[in-house]
């Protein structure tokens, strides 16, 4: 069952590719319709791998008083980034985003995040296009990203490894914060490996990311940048749009029918205490609710965790189905 509704939803994506339709933002009906066959496929999958394991979720005050902690560190987190959104030109050098890794990095540090996943009936997976990111022997989640130029405009989102300028004037006028979005993973209670491994030593180490709204220790918040949906401009100068040393990358997908790959994490089965949080800029915005998909930010939220993911070794695809494309090809 769960093997005919995945090789349904991928054929349903098939034929929206090459479809001569790109209207992605006008054509509501057509967006709803993928978005909804989308969280059928997703949830389906879950109930399916559910009926070999019990996943319980812990009780509401658990996962409040996670939450505040979360916040009450994050307070002291931010005090630079609070100084740096003053600035209207970006000056930091050394301020990076993480790209989906996908062949090499060139010129850029790489860096790989190891989360522990539920080793007990292990059911962490991916499906398609997901670059060098992998799911090891043991049922962990191993991600792998580029370190590249925070400044630079990105069609998706990217992951949070420090401090960068959330305040963008240039690139959207009249939405110019970038949108946060903080994912807690309730990682594996009983042997926690979580492990953050760089080259370059100021991003080598669990305590080296977890400076601003990314923290990792014996669990996970990890936290993507995108672009604010309703402010995507028109035109970009191709020097700020990506890499400015050109490779091929990947960033979470906002858009049901730009999904090239998704990446499902199964964290932690007793007392899951799994939640999400969204931020404009600084500021925070609201609560993701559990049992969801945010086509938006590419999440589908619960006991467990789906990640969607496109990348721009797919040029039409990526283009003309990614809303937080500036470029993208609208139906006459």
């Given at each position: 069952?769960?093997?005919?509704?995945?090789?349904?939803?991928?054929?349903?994506?098939?034929?929206?590719?090459?479809?001569?339709?790109?209207?992605?933002?006008?054509?509501?009906?057509?967006?709803?319709?993928?978005?909804?066959?989308?969280?059928?496929?997703?949830?389906s999958m879950e109930e399916n791998a559910d009926t070999v394991k019990i996943e319980t979720v812990a009780d509401e005050e658990t996962i409040q008083k996670l939450m505040d902690d979360y916040v009450t560190g994050l307070m002291n987190r931010t005090s630079i980034a609070k100084e740096k959104v003053m600035r209207t030109v970006y000056s930091a050098s050394n301020d990076v985003v993480g790209v989906f890794k996908i062949g090499s990095c060139g010129v850029y540090t790489e860096l790989e995040v190891n989360i522990d996943a539920e080793d007990?009936?292990?059911?962490?997976?991916?499906?398609?296009?997901?670059?060098?990111?992998?799911?090891?022997?043991?049922?962990?989640?191993?991600?792998?990203?580029c370190l590249t130029e925070a400044s630079q405009y990105y069609p998706g989102g990217v992951f949070l490894v420090n401090h960068i300028n959330y305040y963008r004037p240039g690139f959207s006028f009249n939405h110019p914060w970038m949108k946060i979005v903080a994912r807690y993973h309730d990682c594996d209670d009983k042997h926690t490996d979580n492990r953050v491994v760089s080259p370059n030593l100021e991003f080598n180490g669990k305590g080296a990311i977890s400076k601003g709204y990314t923290k990792i220790d014996d669990n996970a918040v990890l936290a993507w940048a995108f672009p604010?949906?309703?402010?995507?401009?028109?035109?970009?100068?191709?020097?700020?749009?990506?890499?400015?040393?050109?490779?091929?990358?990947?960033?979470?997908?906002?858009?049901?029918?730009?999904?090239?790959?998704?990446?499902?994490?199964?964290?932690?089965?007793?007392?899951?205490?799994?939640?999400?949080?969204l931020y404009t800029g600084n500021t925070f915005t609201a609560?993701?609710?559990?049992?969801?998909?945010y086509g938006e930010?590419?999440?589908?939220?619960?006991?467990?965790?789906?990640?969607?993911?496109?990348?721009?070794?797919d040029l039409s695809y990526f283009k003309n189905k990614n809303r937080y494309h500036p470029g993208r090809v609208m139906a006459n």
């Open positions: 069952m769960k093997k005919h509704l995945l090789f349904t939803l991928l054929g349903v994506l098939t034929c929206y590719s090459c479809s001569n339709s790109y209207d992605l933002l006008e054509n509501d009906m057509e967006l709803a319709k993928a978005a909804a066959d989308y969280e059928v496929s997703t949830r007990t009936k292990q059911n962490s997976k991916s499906e398609g296009v997901i670059g060098d990111s992998y799911i090891d022997s043991n049922g962990n989640v191993r991600l792998k990203f604010d949906a309703l402010g995507v401009p028109s035109t970009i100068a191709s020097g700020n749009f990506g890499p400015r040393s050109r490779i091929n990358y990947g960033v979470i997908c906002g858009s049901p029918l730009a999904t090239m790959g998704k990446i499902h994490f199964d964290d932690e089965d007793s007392s899951n205490k799994n939640w999400a949080k609560d993701l609710l559990s049992d969801r998909f930010y590419g999440l589908n939220t619960g006991k467990n965790t789906w990640y969607s993911l496109t990348f721009n070794t």
